[in-house]
């Protein structure tokens, strides 16, 4: 199992001294992404342990992961408390927080959100119509 620390540009980097790896887990902010909404939080953080191990035969066999896992989303309270997702890169673990957050608060319809307006009155209409 391997290691991993991020560099000054946020790129994974596998560390072999358990003690440095120890020691940068403990004093880094390894938060990629967090969101409250309410009482529901939905956070996306750097692991730093390749979690690849738990990958399915199945699922190493029809995709192409030969990256290492590194980064989770999590949401914690509301409706989906408990959900996960893991991910191999950086920008995937964005798109996957921007996805968690799409569940906990959905992206209202402009066409639903919005009230209709109010038909106008036509009578003031007709007599500003006759006045001119």
């Given at each position: 199992m391997n290691h991993?620390?991020?560099?000054e540009n946020g790129n994974p980097v596998i560390?072999?001294?358990?003690?440095?790896?120890?020691?940068?887990?403990?004093?880094?902010?390894?938060?990629?992404?967090?969101?409250?909404?309410?009482?529901v939080k939905v956070?996306?953080?750097?692991?730093?342990?390749?979690h690849s191990?738990?990958?399915s035969f199945t699922?190493?066999?029809?995709?192409?992961?030969e990256n290492?896992?590194?980064?989770?989303?999590?949401?914690?309270?509301?409706?989906?408390?408990?959900y996960q997702n893991r991910?191999?890169?950086k920008e995937?673990?964005?798109?996957?927080?921007?996805?968690?957050?799409?569940l906990v608060k959905p992206i209202p319809y402009p066409s639903l959100s919005k009230p209709k307006p109010k038909p106008k009155d036509l009578t003031k209409v007709i007599r500003k119509i006759r006045l001119d």
């Open positions: 991993y620390i991020l560099d560390e072999h001294d358990y003690q440095i790896w120890s020691y940068w887990m403990e004093n880094n902010n390894r938060h990629l992404a967090l969101d409250e909404i309410g009482d956070s996306t953080v750097f692991l730093g342990i390749d191990w738990s990958r699922v190493k066999l029809y995709y192409e992961y290492p896992i590194l980064w989770e989303t999590m949401i914690f309270g509301g409706e989906r408390d408990g991910f191999c890169s995937s673990a964005l798109e996957g927080h921007a996805y968690a957050l799409s």
